[in-house]
T-cell receptor
Framework: GAVVSQHPSRVICKSGTSVKIECRSL??????MFWYRQFPKQSLMLMAT?????????EQGVEKDKFLINHASLTLSTLTVTSAHPEDSSFYIC??????????FGPGTRLTVL | QKEVEQNSGPLSVPEGAIASLNCTYS??????FFWYRQYSGKSPELIMS????GDKEDGRFTAQLNKASQYVSLLIRDSQPSDSATYLC???????????FGTGTSLTVIP
């Protein structure tokens, strides 16, 4: 299957700071990428759909000014958590859509906000 | 009604047995179907995709699709303890390009 990377894999930051997470499709071009959040023992929750060259589409209840998404190229999407707070601590996972509509997931980024 | 429904389990099977995971979906126009495996603390991994009615086999895994019944299943033969994970069913509806995950079935393979 296709390879998707995420960086960093783990980040610890102080409350009020911003954190940027990168998602890259390494061996294919992805016009569409997705950002998910998962709390312990809970289901994946789609946060937003990121389309190359256009604004992201956010799911209901997800603050677009807090979770900034940029999809500047066919291989890179970034998620910036602005003014992070402890309740933003979670496992953030990106995925890239393949040619047959499957999603290939990155390894995830574990964010801890102190 | 949820778009994709799975029994949350937990499902326990002895090592070497066949594990059967089931999934139903609500929208008849769904066209692509996927099974993901997610180990605790890790991201989901695509293990099977199926697009037409019938069976599709890949190693110890067999996906079965029945569009008339809106039902997709995953069989794992000769289950191993390393198969213990949460299995997510996903469905893509090309119209509107909607992609839906089930909540997952937790599988434990007992040595």
């Amino acid at each position: 299957g296709a390879v998707v990377s995420q960086h960093p894999s783990r980040v610890i930051c102080k409350s009020g700071t911003s954190v940027k997470i990168e998602c890259r499709s390494l061996d294919f071009q992805a016009t569409t990428m997705f950002w998910y959040r998962q709390f312990p023992k809970q289901s994946l929750m789609l946060m937003a759909t990121s389309n190359e060259g256009s604004k992201a589409t956010y799911e209901q209840g997800v603050e677009k000014d807090k979770f900034l998404i940029n999809h500047a190229s066919l291989t890179l999407s970034t998620l910036t958590v602005t003014s992070a707070h402890p309740e933003d601590s979670s496992f953030y996972i990106c995925s890239a859509r393949g040619v047959r509509y499957e999603q290939f997931f990155g390894p995830g980024t574990r964010l801890t906000v102190l | 009604q949820k778009e994709v429904e799975q029994n949350s389990g937990p499902l326990s099977v002895p090592e070497g047995a066949i594990a059967s995971l089931n999934c139903t979906y609500s929208d008849r126009v769904s066209q692509s179907f996927f099974w993901y495996r997610q180990y605790s603390g890790k991201s989901p991994e695509l293990i099977m995709s199926i697009y037409s009615n019938g069976d599709k086999e890949d190693g110890r895994f067999t996906a079965q699709l029945n569009k008339a019944s809106q039902y997709v299943s995953l069989l794992i033969r000769d289950s191993q303890p390393s198969d213990s994970a949460t299995y997510l069913c996903a469905v893509n509806r090309r119209t509107g390009n909607q992609f839906y995950f089930g909540t997952g079935t937790s599988l434990t393979v007992i040595p």
